[in-house]
């Protein structure tokens, strides 16, 4: 075992032994929390930022939002995203920004009438202020960390490395689940979706960072793992997030996740050699058998109840007449909104509001496409043009970065089912825009020829 391997090993039984901790002294989570943010900017400012170190310590709290929200860490619902923003800054005095990023400059801009419009409401309270903060810091978050990103020069390695760092947390929140809820068999009752076996969390938010889990764990095992040990390790773990993330019976990250490593491979065997591709197939073959089985073993587990939950029925068989747990007549009514002020919107955070009047409960939304349009009118509408169009049109120039389309599709299918409640999907996002060398670094090709003398 060489020394990056037992670096890799210790840190993963860390992350085992920090949740351990946790779930057995509760408050430690805060600590956690203050003293990880302060030695992330600490560890920024001593290297002054040359290495790209926001994003190796921005990819860590992303990763590990979720579990300090479960455990009582969070010190409120922003947390993470402010100190990625922050962070974000900090990284612009180090080391500036490209030029060519002004499209995301007028992206934040064009976020500022719909705020507007909400502190000119006539019932402008502290709640409604709160909602403002609460709606649109995800999206400042992405519009920071895209200007970051963009056209920003990374090799290879760097890359895995954020994508190393983002999974290390998610061992924890996987470790703290089964301390809390040891015995799926023990509170699978139904079809709905499960806060027991999501760590008495949000079980969305839940199964979004363990869908990103599965990806992260599923590159490590097939384009980093190098000797059996890891294959083991990697395996086991991707075995693991992904049962976990089925049992929480939330579908949007499972299916997120699924989508991830789909195109992860079909990326991956465009840039491989004739011989690399050969062994993509066995690869291809390999994952098919491990999704069976993790697939077949949930069934056992939840008595079949999996099965119902995603083909929408109920515990007694019947198909749901809703197929997003209530969330079409939302999004109906954020058209709806979208329709009667197409200009400007209701304004920022008073979407909410607006449905209380209008369908007698005041839900807030999952879907964050429709609620830029129902709260933002048209400049919502081209908010969502530079978002949609933008990673693209920078892509056709710089296609080397294999894992473009997975952060890309995380980005679009976690703010359709879960908004922007986290800053997974603004900092994932801003991955697509990074200018990936794969000259500088070991090739793709040569990646899978070493995982085939590895075992794989």
């Not at 073993?297 to 939840?302: D, M």
């Not at 099965?307 to 969330?327: C, F, P, S, W």
């Not at 980005?411 to 359709?416: G, H, K």
């Amino acid at each position: 075992m060489n020394k990056s391997e037992r670096q890799y090993i210790s840190l993963v039984l860390l992350h085992v032994v920090i949740a351990a901790a946790i779930f057995f002294i509760p408050f430690l989570s805060k600590i956690y929390a203050v003293v990880i943010v302060l030695f992330g900017f600490y560890y920024v400012i001593s290297n002054k930022n040359r290495s790209n170190e926001v994003l190796y310590v921005s990819g860590y709290l992303i990763g590990m939002e979720v579990f300090l929200r479960m455990t009582g860490g969070n010190l409120n619902n922003e947390y993470i995203k402010v100190v990625v923003s922050l962070l974000m800054l900090l990284g612009f005095i180090f080391s500036g920004f490209s030029k060519r990023s002004f499209v995301y400059w007028l992206y934040l801009l064009l976020l500022i009438p719909g705020v507007l419009v909400t502190m000119l409401y006539e019932d402008a309270t502290l709640e409604v202020r709160k909602a403002i903060v609460f709606n649109i810091s995800g999206p400042i978050c992405l519009g920071l960390c895209a200007i970051y990103c963009y056209q920003r020069r990374l090799n290879y390695q760097q890359l895995q490395n954020i994508i190393v760092l983002i999974g290390l947390p998610v061992i924890s929140t996987l470790t703290y689940l089964v301390l809390y809820n040891p015995s799926v068999q023990d509170v699978i009752t139904g079809t709905q979706s499960n806060f027991e076996t999501s760590g008495g969390f949000g079980p969305n938010q839940v199964s979004t960072i363990l869908g990103l889990g599965m990806f992260v764990f599923f590159c490590q095992l097939v384009f980093m793992s190098k000797t059996k040990l890891l294959i083991a390790v990697n395996g086991l773990l991707f075995i693991v997030v992904s049962y976990r993330a089925l049992v929480t019976f939330s579908r949007g990250g499972v299916m997120t996740g699924i989508g991830m490593i789909a195109v992860a491979l079909f990326a991956a065997y465009l840039f491989g050699n004739s011989k690399g591709r050969s062994k993509l197939k066995w690869i291809f073959l390999f994952t098919m058998g491990l999704i069976f089985s993790i697939w077949s073993y949930s069934i056992i587990q939840t008595g079949g109840l999996i099965v119902k939950r995603y083909a929408n029925e109920d515990a007694a068989g019947r198909v749901k007449k809703d197929r997003l747990g209530g969330r079409e007549e939302v999004m109906n009514n954020e058209l709806q909104l979208f329709s009667d002020n197409p200009m400007f919107g209701v304004g920022v955070g008073l979407g909410k509001s607006y449905r209380e009047k209008m369908i007698g409960q005041e839900v807030a939304s999952h879907n964050e496409i429709t609620r830029l349009l129902s709260e933002q009118g048209m400049f919502g509408v081209a908010v969502l043009l530079i978002l949609l169009f933008t990673p693209f049109l920078f892509y056709f120039n710089n296609y080397q970065n294999i894992y473009f389309f997975s952060f890309f599709i995380f980005w679009l299918l976690t703010i359709n089912h879960a908004a922007m409640r986290t800053a997974a999907p603004a900092f994932i996002y801003a991955l697509c825009l990074l200018q990936i060398d794969l000259k500088r670094s070991s090739s793709l090709h040569n990646k899978l020829d070493e995982e085939s003398k590895a075992g794989i």
